[in-house]
C-alpha cells in the first residue's frame, strides 16, 4: 500500500515537471546598408601644422618735424605711395631763412676782417725783418690774424647751425612705403617731435606668430611656407621664414616667428590676422580623400570596407586640412572609403556599394 502511494507520487510529480527548453532561435540576419564610396589617394607629404599670428607692416615710423613751427606745406595725403627721400612737408621758414641770411652775412664779415689781419701780420712780418717795427708789434699783429680766423670759423659754424635747422623744416620720408596718416589741413602749430605723418612699408609684410618649442628645431629661416589670411581668400605659397627667436615668451613658453610674407598686389591688409602652415617633418606615406569621408565622432577616422565586404572603422591622423580635401596618415592600406560616414556605423557591419 505503501510502496504504491509512492509510486503515485512521483507520477505526480512528474507530470508537474516544466518541459525541456527549445534550442536558441538563430539571430536575425543583421541587414545591409546601401552606402557610398569615394577613393583615397595615396600621397607623398611631409607632417604639418598651422598657426594664427597677426601681419604686420615691415616698417613702420610716425614721422615728425625736429623742430616747432607752423605747417605751411604739405604735399602728400593719406594713402599715397612715397619713395625713400620724398619731400611730405614744410614748415613756415620766414625766421628761418632770416637766421640764414644773418649767418652767411657774418660768414662774409669775419672773412674780410681775417683777410685784412692776415695781410696785417705779413706786413709786419716784413717790417720787423727790415727792423722797422719791434718783435712785439709783429706778434701782435700775427694774434691778431689768428684770432680773426678764430672768428671766421665761428661764424662758420653758426652758418651751419642755421643751415641745418633751415633743413629740419622740410620733413622727407625715409623708406619708400604708403601714407598712412597725414593733416588734413595746413597752418596749424606743431611741436618739436610732435607725430604729425605715418609711414608704412606695406610690401613685404612681417607675419609675426609663435609656434611650441618641441617644433622648434623643424622651423629654420629661409624656409618657404603657406600664407593665408583668415579674414580674406588671400594667400600665397612663397612666403619664407625671416627669424626663429631663441628665446621664448615668459607668459606663454612659446618661440616667436617672424616670416616675411611678399605683398606687391596688395592682396594681404596689414594689421590682419593670418594663418600659416608649417612642415614639420621628413616626407611620408599619406593619403588624399574628401573630407566628406573623414568622421570625428570618437575622434578622426574613416570608414573602409574589407575584403570579406565587411565595415572597419580605422583611425587617422589629419596632416591637413581644407575645405574640400583632407589628407591623412595612417598605417592601414585604404582603398574605398565609405563617403559621408555616421555615428550609427559599427565595425563589421556588412554593406554593399551603389
Known amino acids: ?40 589617394t595615396p600621397v607623398k607629404t611631409t607632417s604639418k601644422d598651422s598657426y594664427t599670428g597677426q601681419l604686420f607692416p615691415s616698417k613702420l615710423l610716425p614721422m615728425g618735424f625736429e623742430v616747432g613751427g607752423r605747417l605751411a606745406v604739405s604735399r602728400v595725403s593719406k594713402g599715397d605711395l612715397v619713395k625713400a627721400g620724398q619731400p ?15 649767418a652767411q652775412a657774418g ?15 705779413g706786413r709786419q712780418e716784413k717790417l720787423k725783418d727790415e727792423g722797422s717795427v719791434s718783435d712785439v708789434q709783429s706778434r701782435g699783429a700775427v694774434t691778431q690774424s689768428k684770432q680773426a680766423q678764430a672768428q671766421l670759423l665761428m661764424a662758420k659754424a653758426q652758418l651751419a647751425q642755421a643751415q641745418a635747422g633751415r633743413r629740419k623744416h622740410d620733413l622727407r620720408a625715409l623708406f619708400p612705403g604708403t601714407v598712412i596718416d597725414a593733416p588734413d589741413n595746413v597752418g596749424g602749430m606743431v611741436g618739436p617731435g610732435m607725430p604729425v605723418y605715418i609711414v608704412m612699408q606695406l610690401d613685404p609684410l612681417t607675419l609675426k606668430t609663435t609656434i611650441p618649442e618641441n617644433v622648434r628645431a623643424a622651423v629654420k629661416p629661409g624656409l ?27 607668459a606663454t613658453r612659446r618661440i616667436p616667428v617672424e616670416i616675411t610674407v611678399p605683398n606687391a598686389d ?12 608649417l612642415p614639420l617633418g621628413e616626407e611620408r606615406q599619406a593619403y588624399l580623400i574628401p573630407s566628406t569621408a573623414l ?8 570608414f573602409t570596407v574589407d575584403s570579406g565586404g565587411a565595415l572597419k572603422r580605422v583611425p587617422v591622423t589629419v596632416l591637413e586640412r581644407t575645405a574640400t580635401q583632407a589628407t591623412i596618415a595612417t598605417p592601414e592600406k585604404l582603398g574605398d572609403l565609405v563617403d559621408f560616414p555616421t555615428s550609427a556605423l559599427v565595425d563589421g557591419t556588412r554593406v554593399t556599394q551603389r
Open 295 to 302: 568622421g570625428t565622432t570618437g575622434g578622426e577616422h574613416v
Open 107 to 121: 660768414v662774409e664779415a669775419a672773412e674780410a676782417g681775417a683777410a685784412m689781419a692776415t695781410d696785417v701780420a
Open 266 to 277: 596688395g592682396r594681404f591688409v596689414a594689421n590682419t590676422l593670418a594663418r600659416t602652415t
Open 224 to 250: 618657404k611656407v603657406h600664407v593665408e589670411s583668415i579674414g580674406s581668400t588671400a594667400a600665397t605659397e612663397d612666403a619664407v621664414v625671416k627669424v626663429v627667436i631663441n628665446s621664448a615668451d615668459p
Open 1 to 40: 500500500m505503501i510502496r504504491a502511494a509512492r509510486w503515485i507520487a512521483l507520477a505526480l510529480l512528474a507530470g508537474c515537471a516544466p518541459a525541456p527548453a527549445h534550442a536558441a532561435e538563430p539571430a536575425a540576419p543583421v541587414p545591409k546598408q546601401q552606402l557610398k564610396y569615394v577613393k583615397a
Open 88 to 102: 611730405l612737408g614744410s614748415l613756415d621758414t620766414e625766421i628761418i631763412d632770416a637766421q640764414v641770411a644773418q
